[in-house]
């Protein structure tokens, strides 16, 4: 069970909009539709913004948006702002018993 | 609304076993629902530890389920992590978390700092 596979890290503009990947393979992420992605603020806890590949919790900023294609999962952050700034992690359901597979996360830069 | 504390020693000897227990309000354990554990090591990323199923039935992390106890207490309102053998590679911030269908964690508790050392 490897972690997914995500980039270092990803800068942006305010305003502008940004894509992170997390590619995982057909035993995660492309085997299941139970994606989801976390916003990791420094010294807080994870926070849920995406499952089920798309789905936002209630609360969560429209900004933010995900999609999957075969074994890679995409997050989307549209209008760039300073509060964006904060780590990102994808997740994964990795069966068959309920095993789940973190991503190795993004830094997310707001220049 | 669902909230998770985490507690337990934050320094364990080398060889020893880690053990936090998690306290769950604002909702019933005894409800047909799934809580986990996450880690994340100073600076690094997150890892799931495990999770475990109302009735008692718990799943783990291959790479640690050697080492993994998750066992739950309904009637308190809680459930525990314990790691047995413990070495410096498992000093992390040790998250307990809600594992709704399909997703590892929400909510999650505020995190717990927990160093292996002598």
């Known amino acids: 069970q490897s972690a997914l596979t995500q980039p270092a890290s990803v800068s942006g503009s305010p305003g502008q909009s940004i894509t992170i990947s997390c590619t995982g393979t057909?035993?995660?992420?492309?085997?299941?539709?139970?994606v989801s992605w976390y916003q990791q603020h420094p010294g807080k806890a994870p926070q849920l913004i995406i499952h089920a590949v798309s789905k936002r919790p209630s609360g969560v900023s429209h900004r933010f948006s995900a999609s999957k294609s075969g074994n890679t999962a995409s997050l989307t952050i549209s209008g760039l702002q300073a509060e964006d700034e904060a780590d990102y992690y994808c997740?994964?359901?990795?069966?068959?018993?309920?095993?789940?597979?973190f991503g190795t996360g993004t830094k997310v830069i707001v220049l | 609304q669902v909230q998770l504390q985490e507690s337990g020693p934050r320094l364990v000897k080398p060889s020893e076993t880690l053990s936090l227990t998690c306290a769950v309000s604002g909702y019933s354990m005894s409800a047909d629902y799934n809580w986990g554990w996450v880690r994340q090591p100073p600076g690094k990323g997150l890892e799931w530890i495990g999770s475990i199923h109302h009735s008692g039935r718990a799943y783990y992390n291959p790479s640690l389920e050697s080492r993994v106890t998750i066992s739950i207490e309904t009637s308190k309102n809680q459930f525990s992590l314990n790691v047995m053998s413990v070495t410096a590679a498992d000093t992390a911030i040790y998250y307990c978390t809600g594992v709704p269908n399909g997703v590892a964690g929400d909510p999650w508790g505020q995190g717990t700092l927990v160093i292996v050392s002598t």
């Open positions: 997740c994964s359901f990795a069966g068959p018993s309920p095993s789940y597979v």
């Open positions: 057909s035993s995660d992420v492309g085997g299941y539709d139970s």
